[in-house]
């Protein structure tokens, strides 16, 4: 298996609305982030977990909180957002330095 | 700190043309630099990377990348433009701590004429 899986694709929520985004890998990658990419632009980092672990927080709003229950699962769990929060939401994993990353499809998220 | 500078937002060729899509680097080291393409409303999908092995790198679809470290370029090329190759290109460069961080350029959008 050689995929990032992403659900769902598509996601339209109201700004009172508590939702999940789900990201899941069984290449055995321990490093796992989570990017916002707005249209016609590069991705933007917003978390990194290594090892199970939160290492890096890119100044995100708390309204977004990602959740890495295990090795191969990453969640980023959203409440409260705003329209401005539209965007692909995209995940990806690494095995190590200089392997680059191997990129979900991504969820296509709108917030009405 | 580590960069990337895409020149070139948008990038129109002809189909059966050359292909050049330009990237440099900013790196006090040298770095590992990849190429990513992103079709609509997909993720990124890994065309080729530079490791410090080989500078010239030959990638997926027909692409390759000649690392120049005069230059601190990193530009991507193919020979002949295909009407699929019409995407968005983002060159990339990795830091070189454990948290293997990468940092995307603004990306070159190609469109390829028939």
């Known amino acids: 298996d050689t995929e990032v899986t992403q659900t769902p694709k598509h996601l339209v929520m109201g700004m009172t609305n508590k939702k999940s985004l789900k990201c899941e890998q069984h290449m055995g990658h321990r490093a796992m982030y989570w990017y916002k990419q707005k249209a016609k632009k590069p991705p933007e980092l917003m978390f990194v977990?290594?090892?199970?672990?939160?290492?890096i927080n890119e100044s995100v709003p708390s309204r977004f909180s990602p959740e890495c229950p295990n090795s191969s699962l990453l969640n980023l769990h959203l409440h409260a957002l705003q329209p401005e929060d539209s965007a692909l939401y995209l995940c990806?994993?690494?095995?190590?330095?200089?392997?680059?990353?191997?990129f979900g499809s991504g969820t296509r998220l709108t917030v009405v | 700190a580590q960069s990337v500078t895409q020149l070139g937002s948008h990038v129109s060729v002809s189909e059966g043309a050359l292909v050049l899509l330009r990237c440099n680097y900013s790196?006090?080291?040298?770095?590992?630099l990849f190429w990513y393409v992103q079709y609509p409303n997909q993720g990124l999908q890994l065309l080729l990377k530079?490791?410090?092995?080989?500078?010239l790198v030959k990638g997926i679809n027909g692409f390759e990348a000649e690392f120049k470290k005069s230059e601190t370029s990193f530009h991507l090329t193919k020979p002949s433009a295909h009407m699929s190759d019409a995407a968005e290109y983002f060159c990339a460069v990795s830091d070189l701590t454990g948290a293997n961080n990468l940092f995307f350029g603004t990306g070159t959008r190609l469109t390829v004429i028939p």
């Open positions: 977990y290594s090892y199970e672990k939160l290492s």
């Open positions: 790196s006090s080291v040298p770095p590992y």
């Open positions: 530079y490791t410090s092995a080989a500078t």
């Open positions: 990806a994993s690494s095995q190590k330095v200089g392997y680059g990353y191997t």
